[in-house]
């Protein structure tokens, strides 16, 4: 499986940016796709997730209610919208792949994850 990340770019505070993530190669008929983003200097951390079968979600609590992610089966893509911005938001934002069962504590492990696309740099500005 290949992850594909885009949509990064530069934003001023309280604007919008969407992410996209396309899993390309051997498809499965459930799995879990999650967000995750490093900030310099810091640990990578979860941001939201979702059950590719189910639509089940969970959000960190620093982006509730800003940020939102979707998936198409279609295209086998996973959406991170995300509203408001804010300079802690800058980072490198990374789309994993997990082909286990959607668990609402594991998501937010990045030990599970068997799959990881490059990154893409989201940049907020005061």
């Known amino acids: 499986v290949q992850l594909q990340a885009s949509g990064g770019g530069l934003a001023q505070a309280g604007g919008s940016l969407r992410l996209s993530c396309a899993a390309s190669?051997?498809?499965?008929?459930?799995?879990?796709m999650t967000w995750f983003r490093q900030a310099p200097g810091k640990e990578r951390a979860f941001v939201a997730a979702?059950?590719?079968?189910?639509?089940?979600?969970r959000y960190a609590d620093s982006v509730k209610g800003r940020f939102t992610i979707s998936r198409d089966n279609t295209k086998n893509t996973v959406y991170l919208q995300m509203n408001n911005l804010k300079p802690e938001d800058t980072a490198v934002y990374y789309c994993?792949?997990?082909?286990?069962?959607?668990?609402?504590?594991?998501?937010?492990?990045?030990?599970?994850?068997?799959?990881w696309g490059r990154g893409t740099l989201v940049t907020v500005s005061s």
């Open positions: 190669g051997r498809t499965y008929s459930n799995y879990v």
């Open positions: 994993a792949l997990d082909l286990g069962e959607f668990n609402s504590v594991a998501v937010a492990n990045t030990r599970v994850y068997n799959y």
């Open positions: 979702v059950s590719w079968r189910r639509g089940y979600t």
